[in-house]
C-alpha cells in the first residue's frame, strides 16, 4: 500500500517530501552535534531554576517562531514535520543539558555522575514515562528538575502538539483562501 501510495504522488509532491525529511535529519543532527560538542561549564553559583527557566523559555520561543512558521508556509503539513523535528529533540536536549550540568556541578545529585549520553538517556526515559530505574534522582535538587520535567513532558504531549495541529488547521485554510481569491 506505501508503495501505490509513493507512486500516487507527482515528482513535485515526492521532491517536498524528500527535502522535508531530509531538513528533519538535518535539524536533528544538527541538535545532537551542538549538544555531544558544546563543553560542559562549571559555574556553580548559577542556579538550576535559573538553567530551566532558560531553557523553558527557549523552548517556548522556538516553539512559537515554529508555530508562526508553520501557519504561513505554502506546504503547512510539511512544515510541522520539520518543526516537531525541532521542538521535541530540543526539549529533550534541553533537560539532558541541565542534568548533565547539575551531575557536573553536584556529583550526588543522581545514582553517578552522567555522561551526555546518559544524560540524554535519563532524559528519554522521563520523557516516555519508562523511568527503567538504573539512574535516578538522589538529591532534592534533582527531584525537583525532574518533577519540573515530568510536568512539561505533559504540557509538550498535550498542548504542543495541539498547537503545531491548529497552526497547519490555520495554514492550510489560509492556502484554500488565497487559492479560492
Request: avoid cysteine; proline fraction near 2%.
Amino acid at each position: 500500500m506505501a508503495a501505490s501510495s509513493a507512486s500516487s504522488l507527482g515528482a513535485f509532491e515526492r521532491s517536498h517530501l524528500v527535502k522535508t525529511g531530509f531538513r528533519a535529519v538535518l535539524t536533528v543532527t544538527l541538535l545532537l552535534t551542538v549538544y555531544y560538542l558544546v563543553p560542559i561549564e562549571h559555574r556553580a553559583h548559577q542556579s538550576v531554576v535559573l538553567r530551566v527557566g532558560v531553557a523553558l523559555a527557549l523552548f517556548v520561543a522556538v516553539l512559537a517562531n515554529e508555530i508562526r512558521l508553520i501557519s504561513g508556509h505554502d506546504q503547512p503539513l510539511l512544515r510541522a514535520t520539520v518543526a516537531m523535528a525541532t521542538v521535541i529533540p530540543l526539549f529533550l536536549l534541553l533537560f539532558a543539558w541541565i542534568y548533565l550540568t547539575l551531575s557536573h556541578w553536584d556529583p550526588t545529585a543522581f545514582g553517578g555522575r552522567l555522561d551526555r549520553t546518559s544524560a540524554l538517556y535519563f532524559t528519554v526515559t522521563i520523557f516516555s514515562t519508562v523511568g527503567f530505574g538504573d539512574i535516578t534522582a538522589k538529591t532534592d535538587t534533582a527531584r525537583l528538575v525532574v518533577t519540573v520535567q515530568m510536568l512539561a513532558d505533559l504540557a509538550v504531549v498535550a498542548v504542543v502538539i495541539r498547537l503545531i495541529f491548529r497552526a497547519v488547521s490555520r495554514g492550510t485554510d489560509r492556502k484554500r483562501e488565497v487559492q479560492d481569491a
